[in-house]
């Protein structure tokens, strides 16, 4: 079995890599009673026998990540919310309106996680058998990791944006409340320029456990402050998915909508509100309208590394700035 | 002008026509319609695959589904402009198409296929016109909670939507390839005459490249410092089983045609022009 550096990685006792990095961690040491079969736990890596590696298509682990927020300004979005509230549903549609088109005025100009994305959707395609759109539970491998996209504006030739997803588990974030250890360990919030919190629209909507999931929710929001991961730095959104499950007790999301207000508006650089359903039980459309207008406001906006107006300024020190500001030429993806 | 032929590259999925056309231009080439048309410049030294499928392509049969080349040398058509003197050299790496899956599914190159791009002048990109860009969505009335289900499909990366297959292709190559940018790319709709049908109805092949295959026309749209693209439609058979009945009694070059815009002929050989710059 594999030991590691960090003191708080689990692989010795179950094999993840708290990077989610398996056996290319930087952080391993190998122990000398090592079991030669023991596999780690990790995302599937090519083998490179005698052709060349290609990247592999799933969520990008930090080093990967790396690439795209130390070349120029990438917007990061973390994504949190309680056991299967919705959250890797809603970026499952994303995808899908990428494949029917530009998403809110941005067009598509690549991705390195299409193969996760697609993954994603499976079992919501007929071709798959299922009688009604599932979601398999988001494992906590992946919780330092980050679904991707490029985009740029459509009928311009502004810059080009990358757009980092970090689906959070929801059993990380149930942890979370009760722990700041395991929010620590959360790496990709402490960058984010946009934390999404998915409110379950069917919990709120059940009087058994609506407001554990809403008090769950809040004291996550406050734990991650508490620790400096988010603060006027970030945006705030506050969205309720399964608009479908919601009816008739809209009241729910109302109250949660005005707790997030008076607790958190001071506290953050923005704060919003959606209702959404990604993929509706109902017979009704998924609300891909509300879902492009969120989209729009992750890209658009940046509160950690606002664009700068170089027609304003009357230097630039571009080996010192273009890494912070992007200012630089990049080569679309 | 230089004797060395320029490379021009057949990629695409299984299935999605490739075979087809370059018996077409096969077929073109060796019997050009014009004085000043493109024509071979000899055989090539293995033309196993093609002579195997030749007959059944001239009776105007369907081919059978094409199992992964044998270990030897890739299907190639050489061919020359007589005007300019400028030669080519069309080849598919693999001509199944499960290579370009194989690279979705597995992400690795193989070797003789990253030395086959360093020196590509252009590729043909070929997706069928009748079949769906992505997986069908359950959605709305489908959603059928109660109705029993007989079995469901594991996740297998083969079965992701074509046209994000094709797109990661492509992201593959300008990521890895070593080539000149930008790399003209001719994108062929085949089995076109299933959108001819429509009649005036019809889309042009780069309109339906925009509705139809969304997100490989936003790929290649936004990266036009790697890609250059022209897209067409064809129909390389010329028509349905059904159709080809009558059809047969044409010669295969009178079967074929081309949608460039609004334009219609029979030059197959026109994708190949421009990847030539010849036009």
């Given at each position: 079995?594999?030991?590691?550096?960090?003191?708080?990685?689990?692989?010795?006792?179950?094999?993840?890599?708290?990077?989610?990095?398996?056996?290319?961690?930087?952080?391993?040491?190998?122990?000398?009673?090592?079991?030669?079969?023991?596999?780690?736990?990790?995302?599937?890596?090519?083998?490179?026998?005698?052709?060349?590696?290609?990247?592999?298509?799933?969520?990008?682990?930090?080093?990967?990540?790396?690439?795209?927020?130390?070349?120029?300004?990438?917007?990061?979005?973390?994504?949190?919310?309680?056991?299967?509230?919705?959250?890797?549903?809603?970026?499952?549609?994303?995808?899908?309106?990428?494949?029917?088109?530009?998403?809110?005025?941005?067009?598509?100009?690549?991705?390195?996680?299409?193969?996760?994305?697609?993954?994603?959707?499976?079992?919501?395609?007929?071709?798959?058998?299922?009688?009604?759109?599932?979601?398999?539970?988001?494992?906590?491998?992946?919780?330092?990791?980050?679904?991707?996209?490029?985009?740029?504006?459509?009928?311009?030739?502004?810059?080009?944006?990358?757009?980092?997803?970090?689906?959070?588990?929801?059993?990380?974030?149930?942890?979370?409340?009760?722990?700041?250890?395991?929010?620590?360990?959360?790496?990709?919030?402490?960058?984010?320029?946009?934390?999404?919190?998915?409110?379950?629209?069917?919990?709120?909507?059940?009087?058994?456990?609506?407001?554990?999931?809403?008090?769950?929710?809040?004291?996550?929001?406050?734990?991650?402050?508490?620790?400096?991961?988010?603060?006027?730095?970030?945006?705030?959104?506050?969205?309720?998915?399964?608009?479908?499950?919601?009816?008739?007790?809209?009241?729910?999301?109302?109250?949660?909508?005005?707790?997030?207000?008076?607790?958190?508006?001071?506290?953050?650089?923005?704060?919003?509100?959606?209702?959404?359903?990604?993929?509706?039980?109902?017979?009704?459309?998924?609300?891909?309208?509300?879902?492009?207008?969120?989209?729009?406001?992750?890209?658009?906006?940046?509160?950690?590394?606002?664009?700068?107006?170089?027609?304003?300024?009357?230097?630039?020190?571009?080996?010192?700035?273009?890494?912070?500001?992007?200012?630089?030429?990049?080569?679309?993806? | 002008?230089?004797?060395?032929?320029?490379?021009?590259?057949?990629?695409?999925?299984?299935?999605?026509?490739?075979?087809s056309?370059?018996?077409?231009?096969?077929?073109?080439?060796?019997?050009?319609?014009?004085?000043?048309?493109?024509?071979?410049?000899?055989?090539?030294?293995?033309?196993?695959?093609?002579?195997?499928?030749?007959?059944s392509?001239?009776?105007g049969e369907e081919l059978e589904r094409?199992?992964?080349?044998?270990?030897?040398?890739?299907?190639?058509?050489?061919?020359?402009?007589?005007?300019?003197?400028?030669?080519?050299?069309?080849?598919?790496?693999?001509?199944?198409?499960?290579?370009?899956?194989?690279?979705?599914?597995?992400?690795?190159?193989?070797?003789?296929?990253?030395?086959?791009?360093?020196?590509?002048?252009?590729?043909?990109?070929?997706?069928?016109?009748?079949?769906?860009?992505?997986?069908?969505?359950?959605?709305?009335?489908?959603?059928?909670?109660?109705?029993?289900?007989?079995?469901?499909?594991?996740?297998?990366?083969?079965?992701?939507?074509?046209?994000?297959?094709?797109?990661?292709?492509?992201?593959?190559?300008?990521?890895?390839?070593?080539?000149?940018?930008?790399?003209?790319?001719?994108?062929?709709?085949?089995?076109?005459?299933?959108?001819?049908?429509?009649?005036?109805?019809?889309?042009?092949?780069?309109?339906?490249?925009?509705?139809?295959?969304?997100?490989?026309?936003?790929?290649?749209?936004?990266?036009?410092?790697?890609?250059?693209?022209?897209?067409?439609?064809?129909?390389?058979l010329?028509?349905t089983r059904?159709?080809m009945?009558?059809?047969?009694?044409?010669?295969?070059?009178?079967?074929?045609?081309?949608?460039?815009?609004?334009?219609?002929?029979?030059?197959?050989?026109?994708?190949?022009?421009?990847?030539?710059?010849?036009?």
């Open positions: 079995m594999f030991h590691c550096k960090l003191p708080d990685c689990p692989i010795a006792k179950n094999g993840r890599c708290l990077e989610g990095q398996g056996t290319d961690c930087p952080n391993l040491l190998a122990d000398d009673n090592l079991d030669a079969t023991a596999t780690v736990a990790a995302s599937p890596k090519p083998v490179a026998t005698a052709g060349i590696a290609l990247y592999s298509g799933n969520p990008l682990a930090l080093k990967d990540a790396r690439e795209f927020t130390g070349r120029g300004r990438a917007i990061v979005v973390g994504l949190v919310g309680l056991i299967e509230s919705g959250k890797t549903s809603l970026l499952a549609r994303l995808h899908r309106q990428f494949l029917a088109g530009s998403v809110s005025g941005y067009r598509f100009v690549g991705s390195k996680t299409l193969l996760r994305f697609e993954e994603l959707n499976w079992n919501a395609t007929i071709d798959s058998g299922v009688n009604a759109p599932k979601m398999d539970r988001s494992s906590r491998h992946w919780d330092n990791s980050f679904l991707h996209y490029t985009v740029r504006p459509q009928h311009t030739n502004d810059e080009i944006t990358d757009v980092l997803m970090n689906d959070i588990s929801g059993e990380t974030v149930q942890d979370a409340v009760g722990t700041q250890k395991t929010c620590n360990q959360l790496l990709g919030l402490a960058r984010a320029d946009h934390v999404v919190v998915v409110a379950d629209g069917g919990a709120l909507a059940d009087f058994a456990v609506c407001h554990d999931h809403a008090g769950k929710l809040r004291d996550f929001v406050q734990r991650i402050l508490q620790s400096g991961q988010i603060g006027k730095q970030t945006v705030l959104h506050l969205v309720v998915s399964k608009q479908d499950l919601l009816k008739g007790r809209e009241d729910a999301a109302v109250r949660l909508e005005a707790d997030f207000q008076r607790l958190f508006s001071g506290q953050v650089g923005g704060l919003h509100y959606w209702r959404v359903a990604a993929r509706p039980c109902d017979g009704t459309q998924p609300t891909e309208a509300e879902i492009a207008k969120m989209f729009a406001q992750w890209v658009s906006t940046s509160l950690r590394y606002p664009p700068m107006d170089f027609s304003t300024l009357p230097t630039v020190d571009w080996p010192r700035d273009f890494c912070r500001f992007g200012a630089s030429q990049r080569q679309p993806f | 002008m230089s004797a060395t032929p320029q490379q021009l590259l057949i990629a695409g999925l299984a299935d999605a026509g490739k075979s056309f370059i018996h077409a231009v096969d077929d073109l080439l060796h019997h050009p319609a014009a004085d000043d048309a493109l024509r071979a410049s000899g055989l090539a030294e293995d033309r196993i695959y093609l002579e195997k499928e030749k007959s392509f001239r009776a094409t199992k992964r080349t044998p270990l030897g040398a890739p299907p190639e058509l050489l061919f020359e402009d007589p005007k300019s003197g400028l030669k080519g050299r069309l080849f598919l790496p693999d001509v199944s198409g499960e290579i370009y899956r194989d690279q979705w599914v597995d992400r690795i190159w193989d070797k003789s296929y990253a030395d086959s791009l360093k020196h590509v002048s252009g590729i043909l990109l070929f997706a069928r016109a009748d079949l769906a860009a992505s997986n069908a969505e359950l959605l709305g009335p489908l959603i059928d909670p109660e109705k029993p289900v007989e079995a469901v499909k594991e996740w297998d990366p083969r079965n992701a939507s074509s046209q994000v297959q094709l797109v990661d292709v492509l992201q593959f190559i300008a990521t890895h390839g070593d080539f000149a940018r930008p790399l003209r790319v001719g994108l062929i709709f085949s089995a076109w005459d299933t959108m001819a049908k429509m009649g005036e109805q019809a889309p042009t092949p780069d309109a339906f490249l925009r509705t139809d295959w969304a997100l490989l026309d936003q790929y290649l749209s936004t990266n036009v410092d790697t890609f250059t693209t022209k897209v067409y439609g064809v129909s390389a010329g028509g059904e159709e009945r009558e059809l047969r009694k044409l010669a295969p070059s009178d079967r074929v045609k081309i949608v460039d815009g609004k334009d219609v002929s029979r030059d197959l050989t026109k994708p190949l022009r421009w990847l030539l710059k010849l036009t």
